[in-house]
């Protein structure tokens, strides 16, 4: 079992910077590919990017791709959603999510997920 729990949301006004946390405890967190999701009100859950078990390697979203960058500590433990330049279509709910596979193919190959945190952006 991994345990996940995201940190750092919060309201922002457009053009602002947040940084998100996801702090994972339970098995060797260096073992897991590590995403980023989100999801809107009324939207499906929607891919933010991905990093790699070293954090050699990160993909994105063409949606936030120049604007945001995901890495991770694994001496800490800590993967992290560094988002700049903030827009309103950025507002949801930003979850982070543990696989097991060296590199997953979808969403479903998640294995474990922590409970969200809130971003809002206003314009």
């Known amino acids: 079992q991994v345990q996940l729990v995201e940190s750092g949301g919060g309201s922002v006004q457009a053009g602002g910077s947040l940084r998100l946390s996801c702090a994972a405890s339970?098995?060797?967190?260096?073992?897991?590919?590590m995403g980023w999701f989100r999801q809107a009100p009324g939207k499906e859950r929607e891919f933010v990017g991905s990093?790699?078990?070293?954090?050699?390697?990160?993909l994105y979203a063409d949606s936030v791709k120049g604007r945001f960058t995901i890495s991770r500590d694994n001496a800490k433990n800590t993967v992290y959603l560094q988002m700049n330049s903030l827009k309103p279509d950025d507002t949801a709910v930003y979850y982070c999510?543990?696989?097991?596979?060296?590199?997953?193919?979808?969403?479903?190959?998640?294995?474990?997920w922590g409970q969200g945190t809130q971003v809002t952006v206003s314009s």
């Open positions: 339970g098995r060797t967190f260096s073992n897991y590919y």
């Open positions: 999510a543990a696989s097991a596979r060296v590199v997953p193919d979808s969403t479903r190959d998640y294995n474990y």
């Open positions: 990093i790699t078990q070293s954090g050699g390697t990160a």
